[in-house]
């Protein structure tokens, strides 16, 4: 049980050995889940998305146009908020699990090293993301102008000064930091409890594979419903330039406390199952690569 724990993400997993998987993971599901991305920062933003047809079927409601735009071109900003996600996912759980490898083996206590790397980590990331995380969302508004992640840092830095490309770095770091370290700790703690696959079944590899997808979803869900306020926050000081206590004071003013919920189904989709995705893909990665080493 030891030896099957030590091929699995947050199982003692030996990320040392493994950052490639951890960062091919992460590039994999910012990729597949960019359109997703998309839909929930318009959601949470706010932004007026123009009614959409469908061909014959005529108009779409209003909450399918969203997705639509999502899906559709141009991908303004594609490559820069892929690879903005690629490295920081890749980051937040590589050194997690590689931090509480190294705290474990210095006796730091369990709940210790489970959540202070994800804590530090976490935060570090999202300071250094900002600039790319506020640049990415406001290239996403319809009515935008701007063609690509660099135009929308230079109209920032050119309206709002340097700093304007760190404002929402609070909500950020109140969003991020919780999101994370509540992923991580589920993370751990169903790979603590879930049944270990029986190796001598004909569906071993399968079982594997299933018993880490409902780790990851579990880990996934926790970490997106727990801070879609702060998401809704963060938007909104990006939108509107204003600051933390003055943005959630306008946002209750204009939409009672349902803001707190504004965009929550996009939301779960968009932040759930990249990170969901993430685990899952970081695991199979590893086990193959495990598996081809034997």
């Known amino acids: ?16 050995e493994y950052p490639l998987q951890y960062l091919s993971a992460s590039a994999l599901a910012a990729a597949i889940n960019y359109p997703l991305w998309r839909a929930s920062a318009i959601g949470q933003s706010g932004f007026r998305v123009r009614s959409m047809s469908v061909g014959s079927l005529g108009p779409v409601p209003p909450s399918i146009s969203p997705y639509l735009h999502a899906f559709a071109p141009p991908y303004k900003g594609m490559v820069a908020t892929i690879l903005g996600m690629t490295w920081a996912r890749a980051a937040i759980f590589w050194g997690s699990d590689r931090g509480k490898e190294v705290l474990k083996n210095a006796n730091m206590p369990n709940s210790v090293a489970t959540v202070l790397p994800p804590l530090a980590v976490s935060t570090l990331v999202q300071i250094v993301n900002m600039p790319i995380v506020r640049a990415s969302i406001t290239v996403q508004n319809p009515q935008s102008e701007l063609p690509n992640i660099w135009a929308s840092v230079k109209h920032i830095y050119q309206n709002h000064g340097l700093g304007g490309l760190w404002h929402g770095t609070s909500a950020g770091i109140l969003k991020t930091v919780p999101k994370y370290c509540t992923a991580i700790v589920i993370k751990d703690y169903m790979e603590s409890r879930l049944e270990l696959p029986d190796k001598s079944s004909p569906t071993y590899e399968s079982d594997r594979l299933w018993r880490s997808a409902y780790k990851s979803a579990a880990a996934g869900v926790a970490g997106a419903a727990l801070t879609n306020p702060l998401d809704v926050i963060r938007n909104e000081m990006f939108k509107t330039n204003q600051p933390l206590v003055q943005t959630v004071r306008s946002l209750h003013d204009e939409l009672g406390y349902s803001f707190l919920t504004r965009g929550m189904g996009k939301n779960l989709v968009a932040v759930a199952i990249p990170v969901s995705c993430t685990i899952f893909f970081t695991d199979a990665l590893i086990q193959i690569t495990a598996d081809s080493k034997k």
Request: proline letters at 0%; aromatic letters at 6%.
């Open 1 to 16: 049980h030891r030896e099957q724990r030590r091929f699995t993400m947050g199982g003692g997993s030996q990320a040392k």
